[in-house]
């Protein structure tokens, strides 16, 4: 007989959502409680961050040079509209400080290592990799879950800063040698508008969009079914789920902020 | 050489390393066991045999505590391992290795640090301590000069001799093989069978050997449980299984291909489901 699969009916789909928010939670603190011996342990520590940070290090940089550029000369042409193109260098800087920057890297970031943690740690589970570990009494959330986790939560700021400093010089680039704005007048202004608090900000987001991409990614990984499908269906999840997590989070922390 | 329940010599009051006692088990509202009982004596090598799909695989995972029966109980050393804490829990299983039926070795060491790893973790060995035990052990298996290679590397049979050799590194005093010589080419079968004999022989590991090779099971196990149904069908030494007269051991054993076990997966009547409108 042909099953017939209906679609969840409401309530039972906010259940849904529900238990998975539950479950995420408790797989958090389970998580936070084996940081500390991660921590104990810098090598395994120092390792994730360069697979996470080091190795998302091109593609940041890259896309911070563009991005930095396509703000130079759409901020120059709004500017020079009302006939303020020397404010150039504060609306990038503010621009590409607060916002563009820990978007843009978190985005890029769930992109290339939050999809490279869930399928490493997906197929270890459906190699037998994790139950190994669990049979020779090492718990993997201490030695497999924990070092990646905090590798992505240290990575993300350090790539948000390199990110925006290229931005930075592709606004420059841009605006000071492409379209004429004075040099002095781009860099003062920047200083001038740029305090500790937007920095601050910039900080922040991109801590917690560190903590989020990198929860999600080692949640989904390490309960993804142990099938090449159920490895690929945990990735996409890493990526949808932190792209939308990442914008709903960042108005919230922009309006706190404000 | 510890005797069995039934052979001269045994010791029925021995308390078994493994006590499996009237468990049941279900997947998914399929059960897999419905009353299962055994026991493994220390010391010598049982075997766990059944046709595929019978729980062989399930029962290893029961007896480690990754699962736990929904009915009855599953001792090891005595103690219930579905209801330990985790840190009790992983005490028992540093004194239990179980050789996975794929290897599960980590794919990012190399095969001396997939030896290394269970020691590394729970032992703070000096370097040089370390190396000459990684290699004693490696030299057991026959692979103490593949010792720098990546398991990708690695043969079927290299990769389940290595994790062997990670399986034994702690010194267990019971050792469980899943399936240990399924997908090998004789020679490597024999060589595995080699090991668990020699391991069981000079260590005094109990063995517990999940299989359905029964010719190689005949070869090597004291005493052997055949799994069919939930249950226990029949036990015994693998010369005493047989000459049983029940027809799923005689299936199993002579290999028939239909039987108490059928050829065919329930199905509707093949004519009238050929005649069906396809929807």
């Known amino acids: 007989m042909v099953a017939v699969v209906r679609p969840a009916r409401r309530p039972w789909r906010l259940l849904e959502a529900l238990r998975k928010l539950g479950a995420v939670g408790l797989f958090l603190l389970r998580l936070l409680g084996q940081c500390p011996l991660s921590l104990s342990r810098p090598r395994l520590l120092v390792a994730q961050i360069y697979n996470s940070g080091a190795r998302s290090l091109v593609i940041v940089m890259l896309s911070g040079l563009f991005l930095g550029m396509v703000v130079g000369l759409q901020g120059y042409d709004l500017l020079a509209r009302f006939g303020s193109s020397s404010a150039l260098g504060e609306a990038a800087a503010l621009s590409l400080i607060k916002e563009l920057g820990p978007v843009i890297t978190a985005l890029l970031f769930a992109g290339r290592a939050g999809t490279a943690l869930a399928s490493e740690i997906g197929l270890m589970g459906a190699t037998d990799q994790l139950a190994a570990m669990d049979m020779m009494a090492v718990d993997p959330m201490r030695y497999v879950v924990a070092p990646r986790f ?69 949640y989904e990984g390490f309960h993804s079914e142990p099938t ?13 789920n932190s792209a939308v997590l990442i914008l709903l989070l960042d108005y919230v922390l922009t309006a706190v902020f404000l | 050489m510890n005797a069995y329940p039934g052979q001269p010599g045994a010791d029925v009051h021995e308390e078994p390393l493994v006590d499996v006692r009237d468990v049941h088990y279900a997947i998914g509202g399929h059960a897999v066991f419905s009353g299962l009982n055994l026991q493994v004596r220390p010391g010598a090598i049982t075997a766990i045999m059944g046709p595929s799909g019978t729980g062989k695989t399930t ?10 029966p929904s009915r009855g109980r599953v001792r090891v050393f005595g103690q219930d391992v579905a209801t330990l804490p985790r840190e009790r829990l992983y005490a028992l299983r540093r004194r239990v290795g179980l050789l996975f039926q794929s290897g599960a070795l980590l794919t990012d060491l190399s095969v001396f640090d997939n030896v290394a ?10 370097e040089p301590v370390l190396r000459e035990l990684v290699l004693m052990k490696l030299q057991a298996v026959g692979l103490r000069g593949a010792a720098e290679l990546m398991p990708s590397e690695l043969s079927g049979g290299m990769a ?31 060589v595995i069978r080699r090991l668990i004999e020699s391991l069981n022989r000079t260590l005094s590991i109990t063995s517990v050997v999940v299989s359905h090779d029964v010719q190689e099971i005949n070869s090597i196990a004291h005493y052997a449980y055949l799994l069919s149904g939930g249950s226990v069908v029949a036990e015994g030494a693998p010369a005493q299984l047989k000459g049983e007269s029940a027809q799923v051991v005689q299936q199993f054993i002579s290999g028939a291909p239909d039987g108490p076990v059928p050829f065919h997966y329930p199905a509707p009547d093949y004519f009238e489901q050929l005649l069906e409108r396809p929807r």
Request: contains cysteine; aromatic residues 6%; hydrophobic residues 55%.
């Open chain 2, 117 to 126: 790893f269970p020691v590394r973790e729970h032992a703070k060995l000096p």
């Open chain 2, 160 to 190: 389940r001799r290595v994790a062997l050799a990670r399986a034994i590194v702690m010194d267990p005093e019971v050792l469980l093989y899943d399936e240990p010589f399924v997908g090998l080419d004789p020679i490597s079968v024999g």
């Open chain 1, 228 to 240: 090449a499908e159920g490895v690929g269906l945990a990735t996409t999840r890493t990526v949808v």
């Open chain 1, 150 to 218: 905090l590798g992505g939560l240290i990575a993300l700021p350090l790539l948000t800063a390199i990110f925006d400093c290229i931005g930075l010089y592709g606004a420059q680039l841009v605006g000071v040698q492409m379209m004429g704005v004075e040099s002095g007048t781009f860099w003062s202004q920047m200083q001038s508008a740029v305090g500790l608090r937007d920095i601050y900000e910039g900080v922040i987001k991109s801590l917690v969009f560190g903590a989020v991409c990198s929860l999600l990614a080692v």
């Open chain 2, 59 to 68: 029962l290893l995972r029961l007896i480690m505590g990754e699962l736990a």
